[in-house]
């Protein structure tokens, strides 16, 4: 299937550790962030970089080889439990929004994450620079959540800048019963003018509008831009969404696999304002575009592993020289 759940009674050993300097390849480094919290900085050779916090495993920084900024953190941003991080890519796990009786977006987004140094075969490439991340439920987590699971979270940049996030839950409850949850990852991307950019991969798609009740309606023919706020959950989207900034001549490319939604969020002004750690005017610097599993909620059974997997792509203004065609973009492998 799809979000490649796979089962297996083999018992997983996982080691975790506080990280300290010099435990890391060449490529990972453990530094401080805002508030003394760790964080770890993947660099690769020809410049780019990302920043993952392990309070919330959260990737705050994803730059390209020009040390450019590619995804958006509020200048208003606390790093400080209970608040998740706002901006970057916050992991929304065991549920996607208000959509259960859990905290909104769940609780791994204001966790602390620990260093997994000796996680399970990767199937997908091996990249120099990455990180694993681990979270276990805590005894407090499971008075709210009665299960018990291994989160798995891999970040890895490749050579030419590319940022991959690939998430691995698997059901470790010993009690023979199984878990449901939902999953987003919420990147916020940094654009230039929210009204100067488009999204496309979602035309003709159905969503479920959270500004209408979550009512469903399916959208135009058209590539999607922005006027007002919006808050939409896409359904059975390609595995391939591109956004594009036109000011900035930039297109993000999100390839996705195990994650059938996609969400589109923008506060716009007024829902703006009322969000304490988000500036006043932020709105029109950021897109989150949200690779997720919310219409079909995923199962897993004890020893079962489900794999949620996202790519993200920065396309330079040179390699769309001309008109941008993101049909291309949204063919080209
Ligand atoms: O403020 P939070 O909890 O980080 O959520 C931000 C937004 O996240 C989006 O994913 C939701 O669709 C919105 O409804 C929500 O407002």
């Excluded at 410049?47 to 020009?66: F, I, M, Q, R």
């Excluded at 009786?101 to 990455?130: C, I």
């Excluded at 991969?201 to 009740?213: I, M, P, Q, S, V």
């Excluded at 690779?291 to 949620?308: S, V, Y």
Aim: glycine share 6%; aromatic share 12%; with cysteine.
């Amino acid at each position: 299937m799809s979000s490649e759940k796979v089962s297996s009674s083999a018992a997983t050993s996982t080691t975790t550790f506080t990280p300290s300097s010099g435990a890391f390849s060449p490529h990972v480094e453990l530094a401080k962030g805002v508030n003394g919290l760790d964080k770890l900085v993947l660099r690769e050779f020809r410049g780019s970089s990302a920043e993952v916090y392990l309070y919330g495993g959260h990737v705050t920084s994803w730059k390209n080889d020009h040390g450019e900024e590619l995804l958006f953190v509020s200048s208003k941003a606390i790093y400080k439990p209970p608040k998740a991080i706002r901006g970057g890519i916050p992991i929304c796990f065991p549920q996607f929004g208000s959509l259960g009786p859990l905290e909104q977006h769940g609780f791994a987004r204001n966790r602390f994450w620990a260093v997994d140094t000796d996680p399970p075969p990767f199937p997908t490439p091996t990249y120099r620079a990455f990180v694993d991340l681990i979270l276990k439920p805590s005894e407090e987590d499971i008075k709210i959540w009665p299960h018990s699971y291994e989160f798995r979270l891999r970040v890895a940049l490749g050579p030419g800048g590319d940022l991959m996030l690939t998430s691995r839950i698997r059901n470790t409850n010993t009690d023979g019963k199984p878990f449901t949850f939902t999953f987003a990852y919420h990147t916020y991307f940094s654009v230039s003018d929210i009204s100067e950019v488009r999204v496309e991969g979602l035309e003709t798609l159905d969503y479920f509008d959270n500004l209408k009740n979550r009512e469903r309606f399916t959208e135009q023919g058209d590539a999607i831009t922005f006027e007002s706020e919006v808050d939409k959950i896409y359904l059975s989207t390609p595995t391939k969404i591109a956004i594009l900034d036109h000011e900035k001549k930039r297109t993000f490319v999100i390839r996705k696999d195990g994650l059938p939604d996609a969400v589109v969020w923008n506060p716009w002004d007024k829902k703006a304002k009322a969000i304490s750690d988000f500036g006043d005017d932020e709105y029109k610097h950021m897109l989150c575009v949200e690779a997720a599993a919310i219409e079909k909620p995923i199962t897993l059974k004890p020893g079962e592993e489900w794999k949620g997997r996202q790519e993200l792509s920065a396309v330079p203004s040179s390699y769309c020289s001309g008109q941008l065609d993101p049909q291309k973009v949204l063919q080209s492998s």
